[in-house]
């Protein structure tokens, strides 16, 4: 309560508003930078002639059009004149390039990459667990995984080969006992090193609207996966349906694959985001997450992934009802 004083603002009435729900106190991120950075950014954006501005927390990255008639002197200065204490002194004047959120971003060639020497030290954070005898307690392990994903921003398909470092984590009963790294992480880590030794550091950045081509697919225990593509369909039964202990989440996940199957065999579609629909939640997350929770069915992920790298295509989940859903009929026979 006693920094409600500093959560005040007064309205066009003459009346007081009190934010009471900002968790951790106005000296916190979402206290400073949250609401107040979104208007202060408004403010900026109209006052200058900017293509955008990208917060996070109290860094922020300012666009413009190459040749534009703005400097960072001028934007440094305003917020001073707004009563936004800004450091005049912590900034890069407008380039081709800058780093935001531990990327270098290329604005011309709209390039992202790693900082240099960030993948030789990555991959000395990795060795030590794959060398034999090698222990590790909790901590160690969790910011590995922590570093690793901030990776996975430019390298999705790898995103799958994580899971097996949550499970460790998950397994551990006291975090400061030391363990040898399990077989499937070793696996698992032997993947993205072997990855960040020879994939191309620059990634194009993906732009472009998913486009949908009308891949829809489905599943049943039942009987088993329907796929639609267009106006071009495939039905597949389950070997024994009714003994058939197989999860949905698995079936749904050698769906999308066959689906890909399908679609790479129509048409070329490299450099393409494709839209697939899907009635089913967990089947969505995995789309977007490039990974699934369960253990079967991230192992068809893991195939789906190198596929989609190997013809340079993107898929994206979108929902539709199940009463919408054209290929439940083919699911269900």
């Known amino acids: 309560m006693d920094q409600w004083r500093y959560l005040t603002v007064k309205d066009f009435n003459g009346d007081f508003l009190v934010d009471t729900r900002i968790t951790f106190g106005g000296v916190a991120g979402c206290g400073s930078f949250g609401r107040p950075a979104d208007a202060w950014k408004s403010i900026m954006k109209r006052h200058f002639d ?30 001073s004149q707004l009563g936004v204490l800004t450091n005049k002194t912590k900034y890069s004047p407008f380039s081709n390039e800058q780093k935001f959120i531990g990327f270098v971003w290329n604005g011309v060639d709209k390039t992202v990459r790693l900082p240099d020497g960030k993948i030789e030290k990555r991959l000395s954070q990795i060795n030590p667990y794959l060398e034999k005898g090698s222990r590790f307690d909790y901590g160690d392990v969790e910011v590995l995984v922590g570093r690793l994903n901030h990776v996975s921003y430019i390298l999705p398909h790898l995103r799958c080969h994580l899971n097996s470092l949550y499970r460790w984590l998950m397994s551990w009963q006291y975090r400061r006992a030391l363990r040898k790294t399990p077989a499937d992480a070793v696996t698992d880590l032997g993947i993205w090193k072997s990855t960040l030794e020879n994939f191309e550091h620059t990634r194009i950045i993906n732009y472009g ?8 697919g489905d599943a049943s225990t039942s009987f088993g996966i329907g796929v639609l593509v267009g106006k071009l369909w495939a039905q597949f039964k389950l070997h024994n349906p009714k003994n058939n202990t197989t999860r949905i989440s698995y079936l749904e996940t050698v769906a999308i694959r066959l689906g890909l199957l399908m679609v790479l065999k129509l048409r070329e579609q490299r450099g393409k985001s494709l839209v697939v629909w899907t009635d089913n939640t967990t089947t969505e997350n995995a789309i977007n997450n490039k990974k699934s929770r369960d253990v079967d069915a991230n192992g068809k992920w893991i195939l789906i992934q190198k596929l989609l790298i190997e013809e340079g295509v993107d898929l994206v989940a979108k929902r539709v009802t199940s009463k919408n859903n054209k290929a439940d009929a083919l699911s269900r026979g």
């Open 50 to 79: 900017l293509v955008t501005i990208f917060q996070w927390v109290d860094n922020n990255l300012f666009v413009k059009v190459k040749g534009g008639d703005v400097n960072m002197e001028e934007v440094v200065d305003k917020p």
């Open 209 to 216: 609207p998913p486009i949908d081509i009308g891949w829809v």
